[in-house]
């Protein structure tokens, strides 16, 4: 669809990065700090480590972590206390793993369906 990634991949994906929001947002809120993607050699070998790794998943294991982790991550934000949204690293990782990451990848996707389902 994109690249070598398929719609599965992008899915997945997704999901990894609403995983780590899960995993550093409380470290976050308990001031923290995150470690750093440089330990992967950057951020896009990061993915590319992640996304190998989830290749081999099926489709509908993909759509479960999918559901599992999002559902997960809506509860969180939902329990945080409106109080920490004020932080700016916070919100800064909230933004970057999540609602600000979710448009270029629903816009790929769109864009595969159009052209492979004429929609």
Known sequence: MTGDWSVKDVLAHVTT????????????LA??????????????AFNAKMTEEKRGLSLSEVLRQLEDTHGHLIDFV?????????????????RLDTYSHYPQHAKA???WREQRLGE
């Open 17 to 28: 990065w609403e995983g780590e929001a899960l995993r550093h947002l409380p470290l976050i």
């Open 31 to 44: 001031g923290g700090r995150p470690p750093r993607y440089v330990r992967y050699g950057g951020i896009d």
């Open 78 to 94: 939902r329990r945080t206390p409106e109080a920490n949204y004020g932080n700016t690293r916070f919100r800064r990782r909230l």
């Open 109 to 111: 996707i769109r864009e």
